[in-house]
């Protein structure tokens, strides 16, 4: 949105639970079906997780404006002019 915010799409993927084989053979060497190894799989966004996001909290109206101020307020002085008036027009 002119240069302001970006949309990205992100797929779920599953992470963890990865099953390797080693070439051994448990029921030979008398290894049971767990042997306490944590396998749970779990589904995530793929930029989220890359990126190590969290979740914001939810904001009503009064403390979404208290933030974003407070945001622009810090951000205002680390732009150069040309982009401070870009930042500012939109």
Do not use: C
């Not at 101020?69 to 870009?86: C, F, G, N, T, V």
Request: charged share 35%.
């Amino acid at each position: 949105e002119n240069g302001m915010l970006w949309e990205v799409e992100g797929k779920w993927v599953v992470k963890g639970a990865m099953d390797f084989d080693i070439g051994a053979n448990p029921s030979a060497e008398e290894g049971g079906e767990d042997e306490g190894v944590d396998d749970q799989a779990v589904k995530v966004v793929d930029i989220l997780d890359t990126f190590r996001l969290q979740e914001q909290p939810s904001f009503d109206k009064k403390q979404f404006v208290m933030f974003m101020k407070r945001y622009i307020k810090q951000l205002s002085p680390k732009l150069d002019s040309e982009k401070l008036e870009l930042f500012k027009k939109h």
